[in-house]
């Protein structure tokens, strides 16, 4: 079984950043296409950026382009989201996921759905 764990949450204020991470096990990462999505209190689970299997392809939601950064390390399997010049807007759980991509589709970032997700990491950006 696929299995994501998240890392890296945690509480900063207004103007700061924070690096999550999320470890990949039980598959051969460099076959799945990986996402960082966030979940807001009372409201609906949205994407933030998304990755190709190779790292070469991105993608970016309007409200994070120039602050936030999406990485992999296929060697560690771990993928990463460098966020920076944080707002109190950011707060929320975020969620890695993770969808198994066919040799045959060449390498792009992939929008959804997703197939497996971690437990999220909290994260709290104070005004």
């Known amino acids: 079984q696929v299995q994501l764990v998240e890392s890296g949450g945690g509480l900063v204020q207004a103007g700061g950043s924070l690096r999550l991470s999320c470890a990949h096990s039980?598959?051969?990462?460099?076959?799945?296409?990986m996402g960082w999505f966030r979940q807001a209190p009372g409201k609906e689970r949205e994407l933030v950026a998304a990755?190709?299997?190779?790292?070469?392809?991105?993608y970016y939601e309007d409200f994070v382009k120039g602050r936030f950064t999406i990485s992999r390390d296929n060697a560690k399997n771990t993928v990463y989201l460098q966020m920076t010049s944080l707002k109190p807007e950011d707060t929320a759980i975020y969620y890695c996921?993770?969808?198994?991509?066919?040799?045959?589709?060449?390498?792009?970032?992939?929008?959804?759905?997703?197939?497996?997700w971690g437990q999220g990491t909290q994260v709290t950006v104070s005004s």
């Open positions: 039980g598959g051969t990462f460099s076959r799945f296409n």
């Open positions: 996921a993770a969808k198994r991509i066919s040799w045959l589709v060449t390498d792009s970032y992939y929008l959804g759905p997703y197939d497996y």
């Open positions: 990755i190709s299997r190779s790292g070469g392809s991105t």
